[in-house]
């Protein structure tokens, strides 16, 4: 079993472009969520799906955008990228919001 | 104000030390806690989860105080292989917040 898996692992964007970070579970996991951590500021959620067909906002969504089509599968799209989206992003399953979470290596992306 | 608050740290103890990490949280209707530890470079790994009566695994003890809502963290007899940051771990309405961790490193 692969776990969580994420891709690309390193990725550079210019500003203004966009791109979608993918992130897939064999876990059959109900619960998918990314976060991006930045120095200082530790682990803050973007947006959270709770299963299939179902996503809502975390704390800092704005600039992303989510779909759960199946439950394996959890892409985050950046719809501009800015300079402030600069960052490590983590996305994470579990079996429901109130059990831990498994994470992913993570993805690094720099926007110049 | 955070949701779930950490002191940042660093902690540098010497090998064999015992250290104890606090996190605070806002939430008092918070169902779930967790510790993590994370390496440098690498994602976060469940380090233990908090019960109510507190609970132990080797060296590590962890504690919940939900009237004064914060969890502890101790660590017995320090390696030189528990250096990393420890996040805590916080569920909410349907989401889990996270500290901004602790840096901990452990000399010889």
């Known amino acids: 079993n692969a776990g969580v898996t994420q891709t690309p692992k390193f990725q550079v964007l210019k500003t203004g472009q966009s791109m979608t970070l993918q992130c897939a579970q064999d876990m059959n996991h109900e619960y998918m969520s990314w976060y991006r951590q930045d120095p200082g500021m530790g682990l803050r959620l973007i947006h959270y799906?709770?299963?299939?067909?179902?996503?809502d906002q975390g704390e800092v969504p704005n600039g992303y955008n989510v779909s759960r089509s199946t439950t394996e599968d959890f892409p985050l799209r950046l719809l501009s990228a800015a300079p402030s989206q600069t960052s490590v992003y983590f996305c994470?399953?579990?079996?429901?919001?109130?059990?831990?979470?498994?994470f992913g290596p993570g993805t690094r992306l720099t926007v110049l | 104000r955070k949701e779930v608050e950490q002191d940042p740290g660093p902690f540098n103890v010497p090998e064999g030390a015992t250290v104890a990490f606090n996190c605070t949280y806002s939430?008092?209707?918070?169902?779930?806690f967790f510790w993590y530890r994370q390496d440098c470079r690498k994602e976060p790994k469940l380090l233990m989860s908090?019960?109510?009566s507190g609970n132990e695994d080797g060296r590590f003890t962890a504690q919940l105080n939900r009237a004064s809502q914060y969890i502890s963290l101790l660590i017995r007899d320090s390696k030189l292989s528990d250096s990393a940051t420890y996040l805590c771990a916080v569920t909410g309405n349907n989401d889990m917040r996270f500290g901004a961790g602790t840096r901990l490193t452990v000399k010889p």
């Open positions: 799906s709770v299963g299939a067909g179902i996503t």
């Open positions: 908090v019960y109510s």
């Open positions: 939430n008092s209707a918070s169902q779930s």
């Open positions: 994470a399953t579990s079996w429901s919001s109130y059990n831990e979470q498994f």
